[in-house]
């Protein structure tokens, strides 16, 4: 059973840079396309960036991009989201998923196979 656990959630002052964990249990064939989702308090999931190795890429929701790199680590089969200049906005729950099927397409979707159970960003103003 393929298992996602994330790490590195806290809280943070507006500004503040934090980096999320993501490590997969060591199925090499689940790390090769992954992606970071968050759900803020009271609104609907929404796609944050992600990484598909096969399929061109990195791929960022605008509202992050120029501040959040998506990144993995291959040896260690983790995944990893570097957040800069964080907002109050950026509060929410992340999670991070894996497509075994690799299709970008998915992802924007939030159709992924695997989830983790989050890790909880708090950015105060």
């Known amino acids: 059973q393929v298992q996602l656990v994330e790490s590195g959630g806290g809280s943070v002052q507006a500004g503040g840079s934090l980096k999320l964990s993501c490590a997969a249990s060591d199925y090499s064939y689940v790390t090769k396309c992954m992606a970071w989702f968050r759900q803020p308090p009271g609104k609907e999931r929404e796609g944050v960036a992600a990484l598909y190795l096969d399929g061109g890429g990195p791929f960022y929701a605008d509202p992050v991009k120029g501040r959040f790199t998506i990144s993995q680590d291959n040896t260690k089969n983790t995944l990893y989201l570097q957040m800069n200049s964080l907002k109050p906005e950026d509060t929410a729950m992340y999670y991070c998923?894996?497509?075994?099927?690799?299709?970008?397409?998915?992802?924007?979707?939030?159709?992924?196979?695997?989830w983790g159970k989050g890790t909880l960003v708090t950015v105060s103003s």
């Open positions: 998923a894996a497509d075994v099927l690799c299709r970008p397409s998915r992802w924007r979707r939030g159709a992924m196979d695997y």
